[in-house]
């Protein structure tokens, strides 16, 4: 399975910024496009936003476009996700996985194993 270790996540007042970081662990991230999702107490999980294999293509929610920006650095085999503007609606716990398709909407494969994520809560 590919596995990863999602971090960064807190508790922020709303208007506040986290980065959220996943680390791929016993394989090489730079082979795959990569997404973040993420799911709230009683909602289905959800695309974030997600990034082709080099970083040359993005996708995001409407909810979060202008707000959250998706990057990965191959050579830290690492994928991060910074979030500004954060609004109490962006609660969740957030997990990254391989995607298989970035448009019209991120696809995370199959065979996806979401983890423990990482819990971000956006509360005054």
């Known amino acids: 399975q590919l596995q990863f270790v999602e971090s960064g996540g807190g508790l922020v007042q709303p208007g506040g910024s986290l980065r959220l970081s996943c680390a791929a662990s016993?394989?090489?991230?730079?082979?795959?496009?990569l997404g973040w999702f993420r799911q709230a107490p009683g909602k289905e999980r959800e695309g974030v936003s997600c990034i082709s294999t080099s970083g040359g293509s993005t996708n995001y929610a409407d909810s979060v476009k202008g707000r959250f920006t998706i990057s990965r650095d191959n050579a830290k085999n690492t994928v991060y996700l910074q979030m500004n503007s954060l609004r109490p609606e962006d609660t969740a716990v957030y997990y990254c996985?391989?995607?298989?398709?970035?448009?019209?909407?991120?696809?995370?494969?199959?065979?996806?194993?979401w983890g423990q994520g990482t819990q971000v809560t956006v509360s005054s």
């Open positions: 996985a391989a995607v298989v398709g970035i448009q019209p909407r991120c696809r995370a494969i199959p065979s996806a194993y």
């Open positions: 016993g394989f090489t991230l730079g082979y795959y496009a």
